[in-house]
C-alpha cells in the first residue's frame, strides 16, 4: 500500500501511481483505464484492447512465424 496526495494537474486532481503499483496491476503508460467510483472508493481497472483480426495477421512475418507443430497421431475422434 502507498499513500498519495491528490494533487492539481492542470484543471483537474491528479494521483501519482507507483511504479510498483503499476507493475503489479499490469498497467503500462498511455494505457486506456477505466475510472469509477464504488461506494466512496476510487476504482482504476485496465480497458482490455480490442483485437482485430486483420490488424493481427499482418503483423505476421517470416521472421515470427511459427513452424507447424506436431501434435503426433489421433489419439480419438479427431476431424483430420
Same mark, same amino acid.
Given at each position: 500500500? /502507498?499513500?498519495?496526495?491528490?494533487?492539481?494537474?492542470?484543471? =483537474?486532481?491528479?494521483?501519482?501511481?507507483? /511504479?510498483?503499483?503499476?507493475?503489479?496491476?499490469?498497467? =503500462? %503508460?498511455?494505457? =486506456?483505464?477505466?475510472?469509477? /467510483?464504488?461506494?466512496?472508493?476510487?476504482?482504476?481497472?485496465?480497458?482490455?484492447?480490442?483485437?482485430?483480426?486483420?490488424? %493481427? %495477421? /499482418?503483423?505476421?512475418?517470416?521472421?515470427?512465424?511459427? =513452424?507447424?507443430?506436431?501434435?503426433?497421431?489421433?489419439?480419438?475422434?479427431?476431424? %483430420?
Amino acid at each position: 500500500m /502507498a499513500i498519495q496526495l491528490v494533487k492539481k494537474w492542470g484543471n =483537474s486532481p491528479a494521483v501519482r501511481i507507483p /511504479a510498483a503499483i503499476m507493475e503489479s496491476a499490469h498497467l =503500462s %503508460l498511455n494505457q =486506456s483505464v477505466q475510472v469509477r /467510483a464504488d461506494h466512496g472508493r476510487v476504482i482504476i481497472e485496465p480497458i482490455a484492447p480490442d483485437y482485430d483480426l486483420e490488424d %493481427l %495477421l /499482418a503483423g505476421i512475418t517470416p521472421e515470427n512465424r511459427h =513452424s507447424e507443430a506436431d501434435f503426433g497421431a489421433p489419439q480419438g475422434q479427431e476431424i %483430420l
